[in-house]
């Protein structure tokens, strides 16, 4: 444990120094400046497009974090060869990958958390009233992050940091059109197409299953099961991402 | 005597390019450190000391042969435990400091009481006052000196260092040479890798040479410059290139 | 291999879990997610430059949508809305335009939106033939609105890439009324033949239909009575009328059904 907790805080302090919280003030001035020039066109609707706007805004900023230092956690320490004193501490090579992911992972966390501080903060102001409604949308965006994070580690373990960047990005389309894709399952008229689809549909992750945004600013109904089972099927993906990330990185070599 | 470290018929190959063909940079490499000793590995740039030492500390996997560290398989963790291992010219996080750079090195290595450990090796190094300062702060000798003091911290019994005497002044090399001699004295196995002759000559119990990929002569300091020149007086340095200029030859 | 093993097994769950979720999640969340945009300019705002993929999407949801709702409830209140916004990101989606017109009029019964619909389009398409097509066919068809209609069938017929399709409805709209089935029919095949897109030709086809049906039942009925005033009783069945030379076949009911008689009246089965 004490190795892990050691690549955790090194990573959390290593991301922390790029000056990632920043985000957190450019977060709240976008957040004023949308809710103050949108009203005029809102019409009425003004209170959703500030919810919406600020689930959105906090989840695309971890998106982005994820993607853009995610992909360089592994490779900055090869390419600048920190990793070989690591490499030759009696360290597991899959410790490296939980420790790597969990430090960036707490840091999005803390500011995403900092982000929905400051988002129920802004609603306050305008509307005299917290939304604690909207809080559940936190633990679904880290849950996304989780997924993606892993993602990026799974092709940082053997490709290139811009490779596994790219293939974030990717993923992270392909994850919320897989409704499109089910659809396109749904109605495929030629039988294999439609299984190939099917099977994709149930493998590829599906970043949809955490976003429940709408249902949060419109207050609709969310079954309590599909919030249990959205939350394994997070984890239990992460874990598998970890996995094959680990067995690939075992293999790897540092030259 | 019992072995530290032992190689048995260690091949490895590179691919620079994909279509290319591999090229064979160490060629049934056969080679034993005993318990207590200080091994000088010795050869000219490119001959494979990096890529020997980098198949020693699982950093690359051989080919094909052998490795055992005090006769464990070089992948245990249990061996690995046993190793303090210093790469060659070493980039650190750049943006950690002193402290925290050992404290890592310390958690990763799973020794008990840390923070004591850590300012044991500062003190040791001579990097006290540098212990709050960020590793890009740090001068050349200094960045050599906590490298080292991450591969001492452990307390290894065997203590791999790639070149550690390049890039420092005399004085540098001075200190770590005490620094070697000291851990020699605590029963420590230590293997080095290095140019630079003169100081291999004064700490050295053993030498290995290693010339394209294959191991060229191993043994005791004095016998070799012994037997390469029948005289005491010649030095490593001058033996060393008549040997390579043989090989050549 | 067993670590081979593991990863299946993982997936297993996770596809599992994945079915599980869907089985919980609101089915029409599809099109839910547009209805809680206010308006098109509130999704152009939040879709980052991708207007043009964006408005694909929709389209492609939009199909899903009407297909879902004609095959159950033939509920359509949010066809005027989703083909506001994605006509909102692109403009250009003449499609949008002109089908979605036509299916707010027969399927939603919704002519008057079909009609802001399509003169978003033309505001923003001044030169597409097709948009002044459609409002006149709409006006023609649907609203009976003869004059409105000649005057978009003639503008349409001058605009470039025109086919001859709008000449030949200015000139039906100068002598023949839409009551007369005949030319109903004609002007329906017409629309079939030149329409490419199935949901198009889905709804053409639904009026040729009906009218080919209407026309038999005109038929027949006219044949009723000749056989009456011959025979002096009305024909129990359709038999009758050949078996007694009255007509030399039955027609064949368009929509697969049977034509029969009823108290001296043909009817076809499909109209129960
Ligand atoms: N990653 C690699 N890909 C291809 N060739 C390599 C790689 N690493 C090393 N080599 C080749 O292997 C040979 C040995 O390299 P190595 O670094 O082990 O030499 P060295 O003895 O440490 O040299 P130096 O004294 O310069 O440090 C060289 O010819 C080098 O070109
Ligand atoms: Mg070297």
């Known amino acids: 444990m004490h190795r892990i907790r050691a690549i955790v805080e090194n990573t959390f302090k290593e991301s922390l120094r790029q000056r990632i919280l920043n985000l957190l003030i450019i977060f709240a001035i ?72 969990l430090g960036l992972f707490f840091l999005i966390a803390v500011l995403e958390t900092g982000m929905t501080i400051i988002h129920q903060i802004i609603i306050f102001i305008y509307e005299g009233a917290f939304d604690p409604h909207l809080l559940i949308a936190l633990p679904f965006s880290l849950l996304e992050v989780m997924v993606l994070l892993g993602i990026l580690l799974l092709f940082s373990s053997f490709s290139s940091s ?61 079954h309590h099961d599909q919030i249990l089972f959205s939350l394994c099927y997070g984890l239990i993906y992460t874990i598998l991402l970890l996995y094959v990330a680990t067995i690939i990185f075992e293999k790897r070599e540092f030259k | 005597m ?29 080679l034993e450190v005993f318990q207590g000793e200080v091994f000088g590995f010795l050869g000219p740039n490119g001959a494979g000391k990096t890529t020997t030492i980098k198949l020693i500390t699982g950093l690359l996997k051989p080919d094909s042969g052998k490795i055992s560290i005090f006769g464990m398989p070089r992948d245990s963790l249990k061996a690995k435990q046993l190793i303090g291992y210093l790469p060659e010219s070493p980039y650190f996080y ?63 019994e065997l203590i791999i260092l790639d070149e550690p005497l390049t890039g420092l002044d005399p004085i540098g090399r001075k200190e770590i040479k005490d620094l070697i001699l000291e851990q020699k004295q605590q029963g420590k196995t230590i293997f080095f890798s290095s140019h ?22 191993v043994g005791e300091l004095k016998q070799l410059l012994k037997k390469g020149i029948k005289t005491d007086e010649i030095s490593l340095e001058d033996w060393f290139v008549k040997q390579v200029k043989e090989k050549d030859a | 291999m067993k670590r081979y093993i593991y990863i299946i097994l993982l997936f297993f769950l996770i596809a599992n879990l994945s079915y599980r979720i869907d089985l919980k999640k609101s089915p029409h969340r599809l099109i839910g997610e547009l209805m809680y945009f206010p308006s098109g300019v509130a999704v152009k705002a939040l879709s980052m430059g991708f207007y043009a993929p964006l408005a694909d999407l929709i ?30 990101l692109n403009p250009y989606f003449i499609h949008a335009y002109t089908l979605g017109a036509l299916m707010l009029t027969h399927d939603a019964k919704n002519p008057e939106q079909s009609k802001i619909l399509l003169k978003k389009g033309i505001h923003s398409n001044i030169k597409n033939w097709r948009l002044y097509f459609v409002y006149g066919f709409i006006h023609y068809v649907f609203l009976h609105k003869y004059q409105t209609a000649h005057r978009y069938f003639k503008i349409a017929s001058t605009l470039p890439e025109a086919t001859d399709m709008p000449k030949r409805w200015a000139a039906f709209t100068l002598y023949k009324k839409i009551g007369d089935l005949k030319s109903s029919l004609a002007l329906w095949i017409d629309l079939y033949n030149n329409c490419k897109n199935p949901e198009e030709k889905n709804i053409a086809e639904i009026y040729i239909k009906n009218i ?3 026309l038999d039942l005109e038929f027949l009925n006219k044949k009723i009575e000749e056989f009456k005033n011959i025979y002096h009783f009305y024909p129990p069945t359709i038999k009758h009328l050949l078996t007694y ?7 064949s009911e368009p929509h697969g059904c049977k034509y029969y008689i009823k108290n001296g009246k043909a009817f076809s089965s499909w109209q129960r």
């Open chain 1, 30 to 101: 976008l957040l004023i400046v949308v809710s103050i020039f949108l009203e005029p066109f809102a019409i009425g609707e003004s209170p959703k497009i500030l919810r919406d706007f600020g689930l959105a805004v906090s989840s695309i900023f971890g998106v982005l974090i994820v993607i853009i230092i995610g992909s360089s956690l592994i490779h900055k320490d090869i390419e600048k060869r920190t990793i070989y004193t690591v490499i030759a501490k009696p360290v597991k090579r899959g410790e490296i990958i939980v420790g790597k992911f």
């Open chain 1, 162 to 222: 811009t490779m596994a960047s790219i293939m974030g990005i990717i993923f992270f389309i392909i994850g919320h059109g897989s409704p499109d894709l089910k659809l396109f399952a749904d109605q495929s008229k030629v039988v294999l197409l439609k299984y190939i689809a099917y099977v994709f549909y149930y493998i590829l992750p599906n970043l949809e299953n955490f976003n429940l945004r709408i249902e949060l600013v419109y207050k609709l109904p969310v």
């Open chain 2, 2 to 30: 019992e072995s530290a470290i032992k190689l048995e018929h260690i091949y490895r190959s590179f691919k620079t390019h994909f279509w290319q063909k591999r090229k064979l940079v160490l060629e049934d490499i056969n």
């Open chain 2, 94 to 156: 750049d943006h950690l400091t002193g402290y925290e750079f050992l404290k890592v090195h310390a958690l990763l290595g799973n020794c008990k009481d840390y923070e004591k450990k850590v300012y044991e090796q500062l003190e040791k190094v001579g990097l006290k006052s540098a212990a709050n300062l960020q590793l890009r702060k740090y001068s050349r000798g200094m960045l050599q000196r906590i490298g080292i003091a991450q591969a001492l911290i452990t307390d290894p």
């Open chain 2, 196 to 217: 630079i002759l003169p100081d291999a000559e004064v700490i050295c119990d053993r030498i290995g040479i290693i010339i394209n990929g294959k191991i060229l002569k």
């Open chain 3, 59 to 88: 389209w492609l949801r939009f199909i899903q949508y009407y297909g879902e709702h004609r095959m159950t409830d033939a509920k359509f209140e949010l066809m005027y809305h989703i083909l506001d916004i994605l006509t909102t």
């Open chain 3, 212 to 214: 080919k049906m209407k």
């Open chain 3, 245 to 251: 030379n009255i007509i030399d076949s039955i027609p």
